[in-house]
């Protein structure tokens, strides 16, 4: 089977190897002639960022990009990237990259009309309508990692440069208006970034599957999500030129992402607090928080978990489940413990208060307090 199509929902994505050269009439469609490519340092100087400017040039729209976007993006690229985007006299946004670039982007097409501070927008109650939505730039999504799932996503995280706390950005127009989800262009990301932006795909899928919330149809893409990265995860860290895994790996992303509408619970509670404060890779820190959490929530999640087992090819039900996740884990060398990372017990009261207020709490099936918080930093630091 060819793994090719056009896709409508969430939104209209351009599924398949070499898509990319499809940039040009993408920008079209979107009502852009004037875009500024939106991306990270890393990427700014790589084959696949000056082949897509290549492509935009050659289509008569520019070559236009910035690129001064930090890991854990802030307030202070943001800015820098309207002034860019209103200098050149932009008219919408190509978001190209990891979720740095993607996230990015997306705020700087959000941003460019809007006249109230960007944390005015926080994911909270209904400040989204603050925003005039007329006035958003429209956003073409290019993802070159297979993680984060931004690309199907109406927020961004934004870290404030003074508090380095994660907020997150909300408005439903945010969602890109194309997605061009092309497998080639993450070929050449290394094996340990392979493997950590995978596990996010897979974190997405394993808490919004465990969330309590009602949503069927979330349900079924986080299984079918599991599935993808359980069968093809190992194949893209093993061979970075199999495409194949390369695009199912892809598609389990950007389902990871659309699950989650479902909710999110205690392993991103806890991850963005650690990546905020010690810098962490967001995706490995989530593989590492998971078998903690997963015994925490055991008895709300026991019996989907009975049942999901046997479709993901594990033997044993939840049991099986638990057991694989660790098995899985130490495979891509995941660390057991974050204190291999960097992160350390002496901002535990930060850690535990930062969690608290994470809105991933809302979607984990164990109401999250300070105490049961703390023991989970404690088991996995
Ligand atoms: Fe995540």
Redesign the pocket.
């Known amino acids: 089977m060819e793994l090719r199509n056009n896709w409508s929902y969430p939104t209209a994505m351009r599924f398949g190897a070499g898509r990319i050269s499809e940039i040009g009439e993408a920008c079209a469609v979107a009502g852009i002639s004037k875009p500024l490519l939106v991306t990270d340092k890393g990427l700014a100087t790589m084959d696949i960022t000056t082949r897509t400017l290549d492509l935009l040039e050659a289509a008569g729209l520019g070559r236009a990009m910035f690129s001064e976007v930090d890991a854990n993006p802030t307030e202070i690229n943001l800015d820098a990237g309207l002034k860019v985007y209103r200098d050149g006299g932009h008219d919408g946004v190509v978001a190209f990259g990891g979720g740095s670039g993607l996230d990015l982007g997306k705020m700087v097409a959000f941003m460019a009309g809007q006249t109230r501070p960007v944390w005015d927008y926080e994911d909270v109650g209904d400040w989204w309508t603050r925003a005039d939505a007329d006035a958003i730039a429209p956003i073409i999504a290019v993802p070159t990692t297979a993680?984060?799932g931004s690309e199907v996503g109406r927020a961004s995280v934004l870290t404030n440069s003074e508090t380095h706390v994660k907020k997150i950005i909300f408005h439903p127009k945010v969602l890109p208006t194309v997605v061009i989800c092309d497998p080639e262009l993450t070929v050449g990301m290394p094996k340990h970034i392979t493997a950590g932006t995978g596990l996010?795909a897979f974190?997405?899928c394993v808490e919004a599957f465990s969330s309590p919330h009602y949503h069927p149809m979330s349900q079924g893409i986080a299984l079918e999500g599991m599935r993808l990265v359980i069968d093809y995860l190992p194949r893209a860290y093993a061979d970075g030129t199999d495409i194949e895994a390369r695009a199912q790996m892809m598609s389990a992303a950007a389902m990871?992402a659309t699950a989650f509408q479902k909710g999110?619970g205690a392993i991103?509670a806890m991850?963005h607090p650690i990546g905020a404060v010690f810098n962490t890779h967001?995706?490995t820190t989530?593989a590492v928080c998971m078998p903690a959490v997963l015994d925490l929530n055991e008895s709300m999640i026991r019996e989907r978990f009975d049942r999901a087992a046997g479709y993901l090819g594990i033997n044993g039900g939840y049991d099986g489940f638990r057991a694989f996740v660790q098995d899985f884990n130490d495979s891509f060398a995941i660390p057991r413990k974050l204190s291999e990372m960097g992160v350390t017990a002496d901002r535990m009261d930060d850690l535990v208060a930062m969690a608290l207020e994470d809105p991933s709490c809302g979607g984990n099936p164990v109401t999250l307090t300070s105490d049961n918080l703390r023991k989970l930093f404690e088991a996995t630091i």
């Open positions: 993680g984060t996010d974190a997405h990871g999110l991103h991850s967001h995706g989530n």
